[in-house]
């Protein structure tokens, strides 16, 4: 089966550790993952990265930040929800 993905020219050079230690690993730990995954040292790579990415990047614009407190007033002012006691939520947004 031919690979269509499209390549890139830029890349980089990975340099395994002798050991594998909390932020490297070895190439011995590389190949197990090769033999478990079926994946090749370049899919593991960008999957590690990948899975990075998803973790610490956020996947939404950024906001201005948490509510002043005159906009939450006139959420709760503009609210159906305004003349229920605050014994009846159980679950909180704010």
Same mark, same amino acid.
Do not use: C, W
């Given at each position: 089966?031919? $690979?269509?993905?499209?390549?890139?020219?830029?890349?980089?050079?990975?340099?395994?550790?002798?050991?594998?230690?909390? $932020?490297?690993?070895?190439?011995?730990?590389?190949?197990?993952?090769?033999?478990?995954?079926?994946? =090749?040292?370049?899919?593991?790579?960008?999957?590690?990265?990948?899975?990075?990415?998803?973790?610490?990047?956020?996947?939404?614009?950024?906001?201005?930040?948490?509510?002043?407190?005159?906009?939450?007033?006139?959420?709760?002012?503009?609210? =159906?929800?305004? =003349?229920?006691?605050?014994? =009846?939520?159980?679950?909180?947004?704010?």
């Amino acid at each position: 089966m031919k $690979n269509t993905t499209e390549r890139t020219s830029s890349g980089f050079l990975v340099r395994f550790s002798a050991r594998d230690t909390t $932020n490297l690993v070895s190439e011995v730990t590389v190949e197990k993952l090769v033999q478990i995954t079926g994946l =090749s040292k370049d899919e593991l790579v960008h999957l590690a990265l990948k899975q990075m990415a998803d973790r610490y990047l956020p996947s939404y614009e950024k906001d201005d930040g948490p509510l002043m407190d005159d906009q939450l007033r006139a959420i709760r002012e503009g609210s =159906s929800a305004t =003349s229920t006691p605050d014994e =009846s939520f159980t679950d909180r947004i704010f």
